[in-house]
């Protein structure tokens, strides 16, 4: 007997409350549901329902594995829309929050792409440096950037993001170039706000340890765009990711130093709520995210990292 119709009719008995409705829902004698039903207990050894002459109930085991049964009948039928060309499309609306600074440059990009493949979805763009509550304010997904902090939230890695110690080559030439990390308390150093960083400090390696330091600075702020224009300027060494500074490393406008002492790369994430039926419209944005950062020449085209 089909396996798949043994779950999809045991899910059916849960939901309609008796093997009658179930028959009639699928146009079948209810001897016909009786008989999968008692297949389905007799394969897994298990009992599932509570039969009386009024009422089914699920057992304890039942209902556990109703959430299962529930949650793969859902995923086949995903998985069969997304390769049917006349599946069901992705409908309604998706709201995104991401970075300020990332958001502008590799997020809010690539949200017309995903548009006209998907026409009938529709999507709002927050960008803030804030950590937003996605449940409590409603947001389907954020793009995060960096460690993620213990929560009840699901995270899906995008891609690596790696962190870079950069300054100008007047600034290097005029205060020296650092050659260990323990070197930029001598240094002038360009800080997020400690309100505004969620972070540990600018991560390094130092002897095969991670080491984290939060450099003193004269100048800090919340907004990461600023400080790497005050590095541009001339006015200390910052702490930015990769995304941010390639592209002026490249024309030689910033150097990086303390390359042998670089920490590993953390993630891009995107990051949502548990659920159990993920909506297509979400899984699908985050399968462009995930397939746009894995293309190696997406992160050298100029048109992506322009602020």
Request: aromatic share 6%.
């Given at each position: 007997?089909?396996?798949l119709?043994?779950?999809?009719t045991?899910?059916a008995v849960?939901?309609?409350?008796?093997l009658?409705?179930?028959?009639?829902?699928?146009?079948v004698?209810?001897a016909i549901?009786?008989?999968?039903?008692?297949?389905?207990?007799?394969?897994?050894?298990?009992?599932?329902l509570?039969?009386?002459?009024?009422?089914?109930?699920l057992?304890?085991?039942?209902?556990?594995?109703?959430?299962?049964?529930?949650?793969?009948?859902?995923?086949?039928?995903?998985a069969?829309a997304?390769?049917?060309a006349?599946?069901v499309?992705?409908?309604?609306?998706?709201?995104?929050?991401?970075?300020?600074?990332?958001?502008?440059?590799?997020?809010?990009?690539?949200v017309?792409?995903?548009l006209?493949?998907?026409?009938?979805?529709?999507l709002s763009?927050n960008?803030?440096?804030?950590?937003?509550?996605?449940?409590?304010?409603?947001?389907?997904?954020?793009v995060?950037?960096?460690d993620?902090?213990?929560?009840?939230?699901?995270s899906?890695?995008?891609?690596?993001?790696?962190r870079?110690?950069?300054?100008?080559?007047?600034?290097?030439?005029?205060?020296?170039?650092?050659?260990h990390?323990?070197?930029?308390?001598?240094?002038?150093?360009?800080?997020?706000?400690?309100?505004?960083?969620?972070?540990r400090?600018?991560?390094?390696?130092?002897?095969?340890?991670?080491?984290?330091?939060?450099?003193?600075?004269?100048?800090?702020?919340s907004?990461?765009?600023?400080l790497?224009?005050?590095?541009?300027?001339?006015?200390?060494?910052?702490?930015?990711?990769?995304?941010?500074?390639?592209?002026?490393?490249?024309?030689g406008?910033?150097?990086?130093?303390?390359d042998?002492?670089?920490?590993?790369p953390?993630?891009?994430?995107a990051?949502?709520?548990?659920?159990?039926?993920?909506?297509?419209?979400?899984?699908?944005?985050?399968?462009?995210?995930?397939?746009?950062?894995?293309?190696?020449?997406?992160?050298?085209?100029g048109?992506a990292?322009?602020?």
């Amino acid at each position: 007997m089909d396996r798949l119709k043994q779950i999809e009719t045991f899910v059916a008995v849960a939901t309609k409350g008796s093997l009658t409705a179930a028959a009639q829902a699928e146009g079948v004698a209810p001897a016909i549901i009786g008989r999968r039903m008692d297949a389905l207990e007799a394969r897994l050894g298990v009992k599932l329902l509570l039969r009386t002459t009024r009422r089914i109930s699920l057992t304890h085991e039942g209902s556990a594995f109703l959430e299962d049964c529930q949650r793969l009948i859902a995923d086949f039928n995903n998985a069969e829309a997304s390769v049917s060309a006349g599946g069901v499309k992705a409908s309604g609306h998706l709201r995104v929050t991401a970075p300020a600074g990332f958001g502008r440059r590799h997020v809010a990009p690539l949200v017309p792409g995903f548009l006209d493949q998907h026409p009938d979805v529709s999507l709002s763009l927050n960008l803030s440096d804030r950590v937003v509550d996605l449940v409590n304010e409603g947001f389907d997904c954020a793009v995060r950037v960096g460690d993620l902090p213990d929560s009840s939230l699901v995270s899906v890695r995008l891609a690596d993001n790696r962190r870079l110690c950069v300054a100008t080559p007047a600034y290097l030439q005029r205060a020296s170039t650092p050659r260990h990390p323990s070197e930029l308390t001598r240094h002038a150093c360009l800080t997020l706000s400690s309100d505004a960083s969620q972070t540990r400090g600018w991560a390094f390696v130092v002897e095969g340890t991670p080491t984290y330091l939060r450099p003193g600075a004269r100048l800090d702020c919340s907004d990461g765009q600023v400080l790497h224009e005050w590095c541009l300027q001339g006015l200390g060494l910052a702490w930015r990711s990769t995304w941010e500074v390639e592209h002026d490393i490249a024309a030689g406008r910033l150097v990086s130093v303390l390359d042998e002492f670089a920490a590993p790369p953390n993630g891009i994430y995107a990051v949502f709520a548990q659920r159990k039926h993920l909506p297509l419209r979400l899984r699908l944005w985050i399968d462009f995210l995930k397939q746009a950062y894995a293309d190696p020449g997406y992160w050298q085209r100029g048109q992506a990292l322009r602020a």
